[in-house]
Each structure stands twice: as structure tokens, then as C-alpha cells.
């Protein structure tokens, strides 16, 4: 995957600082399969953030740490990089690097997949792009993670799925041919017919005597009544452990296989209704949340807040609201409360972050991210973190971009969201 997407990338031109070399691209390959191994961990997981934004932002300076763990990655593959490529690194090449090895990693990792959607979601808003490798890269992403969520939230089933298991898994254990005494059976015949001797009158037609004698005829009777009934009762019997053992449900084997197997249908059974009640609570508390306009963490009203920060504890109330993966629905439920509480007007990117400074108890507990280090691109609540610098050293020109408040509100809610995706501890 990793390859032909690069593969992809060189044929669109975003390659042109690799030359025509093939074993360059070999090692990049090998480079982004190491960086995306990396990226699908928990604790590599939390440069996926770092990674998209780069990925994306063609203004990245080139003292971005993120140029420098890329490269890092290469000279693993690419001994002679670094003699190659001297003075600023070659940022369109590593930022397809970084690009590739997200969506590498997206493949094996759903919470890689969401995270990267909702920071590639936030640029795109932003700063809309008609680069088709950039649009495609978010439609796979937020497809990926738009069907992680809908697992989470799917609806009951109308009817259960439980059915009992045909027959035990377990191989039934081999079980003996009855087989019954004779001797046994003779003697309780015989004591059978003596019961009611006085009452029979028989000629024993193997000697032709006539007798008045029952139970001289019963003693030379018994023996051949007794194997004509144990022929008869033991071949039913074997009939009927043949049937048993093909049903697997003789052998003790067997009666725990058929006893394993209907545990796991029922535990299967119940694991899908509690996944579908529990996604049938979560539209529940969603509907609540949206209609009282209640903040629980303020104990207030959203009405009764100034705007900036109502969008805050807005978007910061909504994302402990919902799990980690949720569906794009769960956005425009956070736009039309905005406009329900009528908070109008517009922000910046740089408005946002002044403010989210200014207010850091409406949201900062829940953000599962620290203050980056060094000077690199980050998410607006990550440079609210950060007390020095201008919005616009963190978040480059988007700064300026301005938003309406209840998109501003889904910027914020979607960066919660990416940092719990990507925190190391998930």
C-alpha cells in the first residue's frame, strides 16, 4: 500500500525532487513502512498529528521538527540523503513522506484513520484545496472513520440475531455398541411368565408334545424370547448411539462442545445488544444535551455565557459527551445548538487561540495533548497551550482565516477529538 501510493504521489508530480533514481524510491518506500509501523502504536500514534498538519501545510517552515524526523527516517534506507539533499530539507519530498505514511497507517489503525481525518477536516475548512491527492487522502480517512462510528452508534436490530448452533463444534467422542446379556434377559422373561403360568395352555411345537404344563413350556421358551427381544433392543440401541454420536452430544466431549458453543452464541448475542442499546443511549444523551442547551460542566446555561466561550464549553462538553469515534452527524447537532443559543458573528484561527488561552478551564482538562515543543505547526488548542509566540508563529497563515462561531465550535470539538484518537495512553 505504502508503495503504490508513493507510486501515485511521483506520477502526480509530488516527487520531483527525487530524480530518476529507482533505489531512492525503494528507500523511501522502506522508510515510510518503518514511519507508519511507528505511527500505529500507542506511543507513535501521537505524531499523527504532527505528521498530517506538515502533510498538508505547504508553508511549513523549514525548521519544523517534523522535516527533521522524516529525514531521520530516510537515512535509514538512504545512506547518502543527506549529501544529496544539503541546506533546507527538500519539503515537498517529506511532506509526501509524511502523507504516505499516515495513510499507511490509517489502514491498520482506525484511531490513526480519525485522527488524521479530523486534523486533514479542520485545514480543509480552512484552506480548501483542489489538490486531488490531498482531497482523496481526506475521503479515505474520513470514510475509514465514519465507518468506525457508525459501529459504535448503530441502531438495535429489529429482531435478535441469536440462533442456536446446529450441532456441537467438538468432534464427538467414539461410544461402544451396547450389547445386552442374555442370560439376564432370560430370567427376567421367564420370571415374567411364571408370574402368570396358571393361566397358559400351549403346544411346544419344536417337540410336538402337547403339555398342561406352563412353566415347562416357559422354561424352553424364556431363552428364545430373551434373544429375540435382546437382538431387538440392542440393535435400536445401536441405532440410536449412532444417531447421538453424529449429533455429537454422547460423549462428554461432545456435550461440552454443544455447551461452548451455545455460550458463544449467547455471548455474541448479548455483546450485540449491548453495542446497539448503548448506541441507542448515546443519540439519547445527545438529543437531551442538544435541547436543554445545559452545559454540565458549567451547570449552566449556554445562553446565559458570552459567545466565545459558550462555543468552547460547547464543543468541549460535546466531545466528553460522545466516545472517541463519532459520526459526521454528530457535528451539525453541534452547529444547529450554536444557532439555537444565538451565538452569531464570526473568529479567526488566532481568535480562537487568544480565547481558548483566556479560558483553558472550559476546555484544557479534556485536551489530551500537551504544549508542544520547539517552534512547529499545531492545532489551535495546542498553541493555546503554548503562552509564547503569536497564533501565527503555531498556526502559520491560516491565522487569518475566519470562521463562523458554530464552525469555529466543530474546529474545536474535532481537535478534542484528534487528540483523544492520538494520545499515547488510548
Not at 515510510?32 to 500505529?40: G, K, P, T
Not at 539533499?85 to 499516515?102: E, F, I, K, M, T
Not at 450554536?338 to 484544557?364: F, N, P
Request: net charge negative; proline share 5%; with cysteine.
Amino acid at each position: 500500500m505504502a508503495e503504490s501510493f508513493l507510486q501515485h504521489l511521483l506520477n502526480e508530480g509530488h516527487l520531483r525532487d527525487l530524480g530518476e533514481d529507482t533505489d531512492r524510491f525503494d528507500a523511501l518506500a522502506l522508510a515510510v513502512q518503518d514511519l507508519s509501523a511507528e505511527l500505529a502504536t500507542d506511543e507513535g500514534r501521537a505524531h499523527v498529528i504532527p505528521f498530517t498538519i506538515v502533510a498538508l501545510d505547504e508553508s511549513t517552515p523549514p525548521n519544523d521538527p517534523t522535516f527533521e524526523q522524516l529525514a531521520t527516517a530516510i537515512v535509514e534506507h538512504w545512506s547518502t540523503y543527506s549529501n544529496v539533499y544539503r541546506g533546507d530539507p527538500p519539503r515537498q519530498l517529506l511532506r509526501s513522506v509524511a502523507l504516505a505514511a499516515v495513510r499507511a497507517a490509517a489502514g491498520t489503525d482506525d484511531r490513526v484513520a480519525g485522527a488524521a481525518w479530523y486534523i486533514a477536516a479542520n485545514r480543509f475548512t480552512v484552506a480548501p484545496t483542489e489538490e486531488m491527492v490531498a482531497r482523496k487522502f481526506s475521503s479515505d480517512l474520513g470514510k475509514t472513520a465514519e465507518a468506525a462510528a457508525t459501529e459504535v452508534w448503530k441502531r438495535p436490530e429489529a429482531e435478535p440475531s441469536f440462533r442456536m448452533p446446529a450441532r456441537a463444534d467438538a468432534e464427538a467422542a467414539a461410544v461402544e455398541t451396547l450389547s445386552m446379556n442374555k442370560d439376564f434377559v432370560a430370567k427376567e422373561v421367564l420370571d415374567a411368565l411364571l408370574t402368570d403360568a396358571s393361566e397358559l395352555s400351549a403346544t411346544d411345537s419344536r417337540t410336538a408334545q402337547t403339555t398342561n404344563d406352563p412353566k415347562a413350556w416357559a422354561t424352553a421358551v424364556a431363552p428364545e424370547l430373551a434373544a429375540a427381544i435382546s437382538k431387538a433392543v440392542g440393535g435400536g440401541v445401536n441405532v440410536l448411539v449412532e444417531r447421538l454420536n453424529e449429533a455429537g452430544l454422547v460423549s462428554t466431549d461432545g456435550m461440552k462442545g454443544f455447551a461452548s458453543s451455545v455460550g458463544d452464541r449467547v455471548r455474541e448475542a448479548l455483546s450485540e445488544a449491548q453495542q446497539a442499546w448503548a448506541g441507542r443511549d448515546l443519540r439519547s444523551d445527545l438529543l437531551w444535551w442538544r435541547q436543554s442547551l445545559y452545559s454540565p460542566s458549567l451547570r449552566d446555561s449556554y445562553r446565559h455565557l458570552d459567545p466565545h466561550p459558550a462555543a468552547l464549553a460547547m464543543a468541549a462538553d460535546l466531545h466528553t459527551l460522545v466516545p472517541d469515534f463519532a459520526p459526521l452527524s454528530v457535528e451539525f447537532v453541534l452547529r444547529e445548538a450554536v444557532r439555537a443559543c444565538g451565538l452569531d458573528g464570526t473568529l479567526s484561527l488566532a481568535d480562537i487561540v487568544e480565547h481558548a488561552r483566556v479560558r483553558r478551564d472550559l476546555w484544557s482538562d479534556v485536551y489530551q495533548a500537551s504544549a508542544p515543543r520547539n517552534r512547529r505547526r499545531a492545532p489551535a488548542l495546542s498553541a493555546a497551550l503554548a503562552d509564547d509566540g503569536t497564533p501565527g508563529d503555531w498556526l502559520g497563515p491560516v491565522a487569518s482565516a475566519t470562521l463562523p462561531i458554530a464552525d469555529a465550535a466543530v474546529l474545536v470539538f474535532r481537535e478534542l477529538q484528534a487528540a483523544r484518537l492520538s494520545a499515547s495512553d488510548a
